[in-house]
Every structure is written in C-alpha cells, then in structure tokens.
C-alpha cells in the first residue's frame, strides 16, 4: 500500500452500540476535511470480504448523531479469520486504492483489524465502541454512558413498583465478561446488592444481607446483576434465593438489548466525535495500529494489540461505596 493516505475505509464490527454513528460522522468529514476519499465497509469485515463498500460524502452522514445502531450495520465474520479471508479482503480495498482503515468495535475486531495489517502493511486505527467499558487504555466506550443511563431508567421505574409491594426484585443487566452497566447502574439506583463477574459473592453473603435488613424492617431489596456473574444471571439467583428465603416475595426483570439501543447520550455523541476525529489524524500522521483512547480527559494512544479486554479491575474504592451507601 502507499505511504501517503489518499482514501480511508471505516466499519463497525462486533456487537453495536450508542454513538457508533457519531463515529462514522467524525471519520467521513474529519477524511473529507482533509481532501481524503472515505468509504463506508457495511457489515463489519464480512462486508469487507463480499465488496459491500460505499464512497461516502458529507450528506451520507446527515442527521445520523442522533441515532442509535449504525448506519454501516455491524457483523461478525468467521471468513476474516481465515488467511483465504483476509487476502480477499486486502484486494478489494486495494481495487479501490484504500490505504487507510478506521476500526468502531471491540478487542475482537482489533485483534482482526492488527493481523490484517500485519500480513498486508495497511495502517488501522481502532475506536472502541461497546456498551460494557472493558477495553484497555481508554476511561470511555463508546456506548456505555447511554447503556447505563437505559438500565438506570428501567430499574428506576422498577422501583416504583417494588416499593408498592415490599418485594426483593433482581433486575439482570448486560455484562458478560464485565460489570460496570451493572456496578454504576447499581449506586445510581440505591441498589442493596450489585453482583458482577469480576467479584466473588456468594449465595450465603447475599441472603444474610437480605436478612440483616428485614431485621431493620427494610422490607424494598433490589439486587443488580450482571448477566457474566459467577452464578448466574437474575433466573439463577432466584432460584438461590428461593430455595434458602422460601417465603420471600422473589421477581425478576431481565433488561435484555434494550441497554444497546436507542439514542445515544451528549457524553457518547462527544467522545465518539472527538476519537472518530483523532483517528483520521493518526492515519495522516502516517501511524499504524493505534488505538485511540481517552483517559483523564485527554487523548490515549496506545498500540492496537494492546487494546484488550480489560480483567476484573474495579477498584476498590467502588465496591466500599457500594458497601456504606447500600448499609
């Protein structure tokens, strides 16, 4: 490929999210800005491989800020895996002169995005766009604020409800591998007890909490927890609950994809704006495989091999305020 960047692909892999659009904005006019060609890749690296590729201009992300989803659809592609894959892959770009690729997902799709160019010398730059917050080297996901404001409003009204009728209702959130929807969502609805796959906690721990704040008369319980938690999600630790508090009134409420759509937050339409703008500045600084992140408010870069699922990290400042404030 050439030195130069003259024409930039951008895509969005993986699951999708809040303010994936604003990203695919801030890529097609920050590139057009610069007098660079910029081509929507629809369906992620599948899309690659099957030539669904689109010239964009600055009307082709006309009044998309706002929406959820993305425009560019999102696919996972087991073809891209495959040496076969990505080789055709590469020859549709080069047909079209794409010297420059803008990767919207997570560690999957970065870890695709870094073979590829490693076999074909094609600069990629990654921005991590995923509802659950668990990428190294950036404080923000795209995503996660609007995910977490979605949980908040539903178990807010939620509560409504559990109050009428001095329940224990465990509402279920999104987290497989991480728990930040459920830990923030968690404190900002008083929540007695946030269960996430990143602490241990068991069923004995849960019920004696249960039961010291009967003993106080605190009759309202709500337990949030993460759909990765060690045992299991909402039906699960009903199940628990029931078979050691027999006689307690146990509902669940599982939130589902609806934390991953609607519109997105100011704070998702920001970051995602300012990374899709710092990306096509890192492909015309001539940078390869970088990630762009922002921790403390300013930009992150780091190499994109290294933007990986973060591991069971949440401090333990986090879990103390949960702790006093649910006392």
Known sequence: MKNQITKIGVLTSGGDCPGMNAAIRAVVRTGLYNKLEVYGIRRGYQGLIEDDIVKMESRSVANIIQLGGTILKTARSKDFKTPEGRKIAYDNLVKRGINGL??????????????????????????AGTIDKDITGTDFTIGFDTAVNTAVS???????????????????????????????????????????????????????????KERRKKLVNLIVVAEGFELGGASKIQELLKDK?????????????????????CIDRL???????????????????????????????IPLEDA???????????????KILAS
């Not at 508090?245 to 937050?265: D, N, V, W, Y």
């Open 271 to 301: 970051i995602a704006s300012r990374m899709g703008f710092h990306a096509v500045e890192c492909l015309m600084d001539g940078r390869h495989n970088v990630f762009v992140g922002i921790q403390n408010n300013r930009m992150n870069y």
């Open 154 to 212: 539903a178990i807010d009204k939620v509560r409504d409800t559990m109050d009428a009728h001095d329940r224990i209702f465990i509402i279920e959130v999104m987290g497989r591998d991480a728990g930040y929807i459920a830990l923030h969502s968690g404190i900002a609805t008083g929540a007695e007890n946030i269960l996430i796959p990143e602490r241990k906690t068991g069923i004995d721990s849960i019920v004696n909490s249960l039961l010291e």
């Open 245 to 265: 508090l027999p006689k307690a009134e146990i509902r669940i409420c599982i939130l589902g994809h609806i934390q991953r759509g609607g519109s997105p937050t």
């Open 102 to 127: 803008v990767v919207i997902g997570g560690d999957g799709s970065f870890r695709g995005a870094v073979d590829f160019s490693k076999e074909y010398d094609i600069p990629c730059i990654g921005i």
């Open 308 to 322: 990986v699922k973060s591991k069971g990290k949440v401090s333990e400042e986090w879990m103390r305020i949960v």
